[in-house]
């Protein structure tokens, strides 16, 4: 599988479980989520990737700021999990 910082993850295990999360960093076997909230990118989770099911999806505004300035913040993290969030529901 191939992860990318930006696409969308959702926890598989632990006490988050089900949590939808944005990848943040990818080190080895690892992978650092942030939800803009209780997770900010001061402070991101790390989680083995077998615990987290990705979603390929990439917000536009998301991957717009990460090509032109690399420097996501946790508004933008959280307004992007709270429209996909939205847009799971309906």
Known sequence: M?????MFARSLAGHDKSKLYL???IEG????LVDGRIRTLDKPKKKRKKH???DYQIMGFVKDKLSTTNK??????????????TSVKR
């Open 29 to 32: 076997e690892y992978v650092y």
């Open 52 to 54: 987290i099911q990705i």
């Open 23 to 25: 990848i943040s960093k």
């Open 72 to 85: 996501l913040q946790n508004e933008d993290i959280k307004r992007a999990i709270k429209l996909k969030n």
């Open 2 to 6: 191939e992860y990318s910082i930006g």
